[in-house]
């Protein structure tokens, strides 16, 4: 049973332009939302989080909305730059119930076109 | 400080035999999480080890095993390996036994089964 759901599963960007990735989950206890980017050969890397207790959260060119009503976050990249492309995977816990890891969406391949 | 590391990159087996992968957590994380990395599935959790005790598991039967030494590194076997096993496994430790938001991932190791 997938309870996080990822979309879409390949986004190709121009250089400059803003790159959405969405992310659904099912499971109410969740209250950690982090996101990760993935390199080709490398693991994973934490990118950006975000707390069901603030609806927005912005690092630098990437933001994180997040509405919990609906069970949805997403990923916002502003500026989206060539070295931006990468796997993106949202992901999601109980940050106090780590017993059963991170649940991962399936991820989205991002490639930003010069 | 140095971060996750996993031991072979690449690992090629036969349908049937055993695997053995390694992980070694940063400094001062007593805590190891492995995950797999199937292709078109995302990460899917497999073990917690905690204080060289196995804490929970996921969906995955049981001949996914392995262990946590003194030292805090980490051990998974695969045993009666089968094709669907290929995968990227990776490890991820974290230093708040428990928490999700502390996870740093490792490179992976690629297993591949013929």
């Known amino acids: 049973q997938q309870q996080v759901k990822q979309s879409p599963q390949s986004l190709i960007v121009q250089k400059g332009g803003i790159s959405i990735i969405n992310c659904a989950y099912e499971?109410?206890?969740?209250?950690?939302f982090p996101w990760y980017q993935q390199f080709p050969g490398k693991g994973p890397a934490l990118l950006i989080a975000?707390?069901?207790?603030?609806s927005e959260k912005k690092e630098g060119r990437f933001t994180i909305s997040f509405n919990k009503s609906a069970k949805q976050f997403s990923l916002h990249i502003m500026d989206s730059q060539p070295g931006d492309s990468a796997t993106y995977f949202c992901?999601?816990?109980?940050?106090?119930?780590?017993?059963?890891?991170?649940?991962f969406g399936k991820g989205t391949h991002l490639i930003i076109q010069p | 400080e140095a971060g996750v590391t996993q031991s072979p990159t690449h690992l090629i087996k036969t349908r049937g035999q055993q695997a053995t992968l390694r992980c070694s957590p940063i400094?001062?994380?007593?805590?190891v999480y492995w995950y797999q990395q199937a292709l078109g599935l995302g990460l899917q959790f497999l073990l917690w080890?905690?204080?060289?005790?196995?804490?929970n598991r996921g969906n995955f039967p049981p001949r996914f095993s392995g262990r946590q030494f003194p030292n805090y590194s980490s051990e998974l076997n695969v045993n009666a390996l089968e094709l669907e096993d290929s995968a990227l496994y990776l490890c991820?430790?974290?230093?708040?036994?428990?928490?999700?938001?502390?996870?740093?991932f490792g490179p992976g190791t690629r297993l591949t089964v013929l």
């Open positions: 991820a430790s974290s230093r708040s036994p428990g928490r999700t938001d502390t996870q740093y």
């Open positions: 499971n109410t206890a969740f209250d950690y």
């Open positions: 975000i707390r069901p207790d603030v």
């Open positions: 992901a999601a816990s109980s940050i106090g119930g780590g017993a059963d890891g991170l649940t």
């Open positions: 400094s001062g994380h007593t805590s």
């Open positions: 080890y905690d204080e060289g005790e196995e804490r």
